[in-house]
C-alpha cells in the first residue's frame, strides 16, 4: 500500500516537473523567435510579446494622477505583452476595433518610423466608414514620442497591450540574446531531465 502511495506521489512529481519544464520552453520558444528591434515577435494562442526600446512611455508618477488607466508607464527594455487583432472573423475584428477607447495602449506600425510602436490612444474619432486613432506616446520629451493618427482601415494596429514586465525583459536583452546563454538554458533541462529517465529506467530493471 505503502509503495503504491509513494508510486503515485512519485508521478505526480514527475508530471509536475514535466508541466514546468514545458511552460518554460514555450517561453524559451517565444522569446527566441523575436527579433531585438521590436519588428517581429513570438505569438502563442493570439498573444504577442514584445520588446520596447524605447522611453516614449516613461512618464512620471505625477502624469497619471487621476487617470484610470490599465496600463501605465512602460520602462525602455520591459516586454509587453499584447492580445493581437489578427482574427479571421471580420465580425470579431470590428468588435475589437470598436472596444478600443481612449487610454489604452496599443502597438502598431507607424508609418512615420517604419516600425512597430506602443504608445497610448488619446483620442478616438469615429466616421460612418472608419475610426481614426490619436496615439501618442506619455513621454512627450522622448524624440520617439510622436502624435500620429492611425486608421482602423489600414489594419496598422497589431492588438492591444494588457500586461508589461520589465525582470522579463532583462531576461531577454541578458539572456536570451546571448547564443551561450542559450545553450545552457536548453541543454541543462534537457540533461536533467534524461538523467531522471536513465535513473527511472535503471531502477525498472534491477527491480525485475
Known sequence: ME?????????????IVI??????????????????TGNSSGSVFGFETRL?????????????????????SIEAGSVVFIKDCNYQNEA????????LETGDVVTYFSKVTNVYVTHRIVEVKKTESDIIYTILGDNVDAETSI??????????IVG????????????Y??????????FFI?????????AYEGVKIVTIVKAE
Open 3 to 15: 509503495k503504491k502511495k509513494a508510486k503515485k506521489i512519485t508521478n505526480i512529481i514527475e508530471w
Open 52 to 72: 520596447v526600446l524605447s522611453s516614449s512611455m516613461e512618464a512620471d508618477k505625477d502624469f497619471y494622477k487621476g487617470k484610470d488607466y490599465k496600463i501605465k
Open 186 to 194: 536548453i541543454a541543462v533541462p534537457c540533461f536533467v531531465l534524461a
Open 160 to 171: 492591444e497591450v494588457i500586461g508589461k514586465s520589465k525582470s522579463l525583459g532583462w531576461i
Open 19 to 36: 508541466g514546468i519544464f514545458g511552460v518554460f520552453f514555450l517561453f524559451v520558444i517565444v522569446f527566441a523567435s523575436k527579433s531585438p
Open 173 to 182: 536583452t541578458n539572456v536570451f540574446s546571448n547564443k551561450i546563454a542559450m
Open 92 to 99: 470579431k475584428k470590428e468588435k475589437f476595433y470598436a472596444s
Open 147 to 156: 502624435t500620429e493618427k492611425v486608421n482602423k482601415n489600414d489594419n496598422l
